[in-house]
């Protein structure tokens, strides 16, 4: 790893978990008159230098909004190239994964990913599952209202077998039912390519989340933006509703 912090960065003020919204692969493919798989496949090559800074300055999670559950909806063509993105993305990193203690883990529903795709995210998992140095957290086929949604089911049905009743239900509870309960809530939640929108992301988890748009394109995405991102962090007071 290459990456070492810059001296203005608060080592005791970093996010223990990152969360970023990779958008602007597609504009960035077209000023430069190129397909927007062109984009996507730079956007892929953007993510190991942040994951690489990320293990630098101790951040325990970073989830990567890769794929909503409403991306099916786009070309038949986009969704095949960025399956076919995926696949080559986990065979080519898994080994490096392992190698540096980053373990890959997964939010969406991945019972509706096709084989050989699930099978392919299913044995990253497993392969790295003992590793503790940083969570990397693919989200794809997610949605923040499916999570919620898919919560909400898991204590019903824990209601109808007895194992729970209804007025036991409070916050915590549909906390623990959430994809991953054990993952804190991200501090700080970045979006990429200029939008002010959550786009259905982590709408559970980033209830106070400090938000940083930026008008930095994903494929142009570097450490050193990462930083930026966290230096607007650092400066500011959170208050969790308190009139501090």
């Known amino acids: 790893m290459d990456y070492t912090p810059s001296a203005d960065i608060d080592l005791q003020n970093i996010p223990r978990h990152i969360a970023i919204i990779m958008d602007g692969n597609g504009r960035w493919?077209?000023?430069r008159h190129m397909p927007r798989l062109y984009g996507h496949g730079n956007g892929y090559r953007a993510i190991r230098p942040v994951v690489e800074?990320?293990?630098?300055?101790?951040?325990?999670?970073?989830?990567?909004?890769a794929f909503s559950s409403e991306?099916?909806?786009?070309?038949?063509?986009?969704?095949?190239g960025l399956m076919a993105?995926?696949?080559?993305?986990?065979?080519?990193?898994?080994?490096?994964?392992?190698?540096y203690?980053?373990?890959?883990?997964?939010?969406?529903?991945?019972?509706?990913?096709?084989?050989?795709?699930?099978?392919i995210m299913q044995d990253a998992i497993d392969y790295t599952?003992?590793?503790?140095?940083?969570?990397?957290?693919?989200?794809?086929?997610?949605?923040?209202?499916?999570?919620?949604?898919?919560a909400a089911r898991t204590l019903a049905?824990?209601?109808?077998?007895?194992?729970l009743k209804p007025e036991d239900i409070d916050e915590g509870a549909l906390c623990g039912a959430m994809y991953h309960p054990e993952f804190p809530d991200p501090e700080l939640l970045i979006r990429t390519g200029g939008e002010m929108r959550l786009s259905n992301f982590l709408l559970w988890e980033a209830a106070y989340s400090e938000l940083v748009c930026t008008s930095v394109l994903w494929?142009?995405?570097?450490?050193?933006?990462?930083?930026?991102?966290?230096?607007?962090?650092?400066?500011?007071?959170?208050?969790?509703?308190?009139?501090k």
């Open 29 to 31: 493919a077209k000023a």
């Open 53 to 65: 800074a990320c293990c630098e300055l101790n951040v325990s999670v970073l989830s990567l909004y």
């Open 71 to 80: 991306n099916w909806k786009r070309s038949q063509h986009e969704v095949s």
């Open 85 to 99: 993105l995926l696949r080559t993305a986990l065979k080519q990193q898994y080994k490096y994964m392992k190698e």
């Open 101 to 119: 203690g980053i373990r890959f883990t997964v939010s969406g529903r991945a019972e509706e990913i096709a084989e050989p795709y699930r099978t």
């Open 129 to 150: 599952a003992d590793c503790s140095k940083l969570t990397l957290n693919l989200c794809f086929n997610y949605g923040g209202r499916n999570e919620i949604a898919d």
């Open 157 to 163: 049905e824990k209601c109808l077998s007895g194992e």
């Open 219 to 243: 494929p142009d995405f570097s450490p050193q933006v990462l930083e930026d991102c966290i230096r607007q962090y650092q400066k500011r007071t959170r208050k969790f509703g308190d009139a």
